[in-house]
T-cell receptor, first 113, second 111 residues
């Protein structure tokens, strides 16, 4: 069935280092992808998105890369800060209409001071 | 801009009891979603409303779960009777497009 998965359940990085969170998706019909950040006790929060006609998009300290050939997404966080500690989800929106969002299991990012 | 409001924040019930959750979406957002998030997993869509109509309820366990959005604004999600495996965080989200805005959720513990 449809699924969006993540390669690593946890990631630990030193403050100031760059973080890379990976995600594999299975639905080749998906044309829109979003990364969400979920802090403890809160709902997921939008970070950055990318459409399937792009392979890279940059935000403030974050970059998303899309490789449609291998159905892979990554989220890069530059100069990781303690406030970046959270669970990160990639989500795909298949082009079947209705804006159905499918979430993966998530990667927990720990930032060591 | 006010965010998505949910209540209660926490709920503890015994199995076979009933429970209801309430959600008030961001003003003007036509689409409202209820997600179930089990500990250590990503959110799973239970039901999606467009105004007061159901767009997708394919993963809603209809023998025990029900949801309504009568006036196209607030929504309630009900579980009756609850099972142990219903212990999870129930997240409400709203959207105008493809980007979801989530509330803080209701953490349900079924004992």
């Amino acid at each position: 069935g449809e699924s969006v998965g993540l390669h690593l359940p946890t990631l630990s990085v030193q403050e100031g280092d760059n973080s890379i969170i990976n995600c594999a998706y299975s639905n080749s019909a998906s044309d829109y992808f979003i990364w969400y950040k979920q802090e403890s006790g809160k709902g997921p929060q939008f970070i950055i998105d990318i459409r399937s006609n792009m392979d890279k998009r940059q935000g403030q300290r974050v970059t998303v890369l899309l490789n449609k050939t291998v159905k892979h997404l990554s989220l890069q966080i530059a100069a990781t800060q303690p406030g970046d500690s959270a669970v990160y989800f990639c989500a795909e929106i298949p082009n079947t209409g209705g804006f159905k969002t499918i979430f993966g299991a998530g990667t927990r990012l720990f930032v060591k001071a | 801009e006010a965010g998505v409001a949910q209540s209660p924040r926490y709920k503890i019930i015994e199995k076979r009891q009933s429970v209801a959750f309430w959600c008030n979406p961001i003003s003007g957002h036509a689409t409202l979603y209820w997600y179930q998030q089990i500990l250590g997993q990503g959110p799973k869509l239970l039901i999606q409303f467009q105004n007061n109509g159901v767009v997708d309820d394919s993963q809603l366990p209809k023998d025990r779960f029900s949801a309504e959005r009568l006036k196209g604004v607030d929504s309630t999600l009900k579980i009756q009777p609850a099972k142990l495996e219903d212990s999870a965080v129930y997240l409400c989200a709203s959207s105008q497009g493809q980007k979801l805005f989530f509330g803080s959720g209701t953490q349900l513990s079924v004992l």
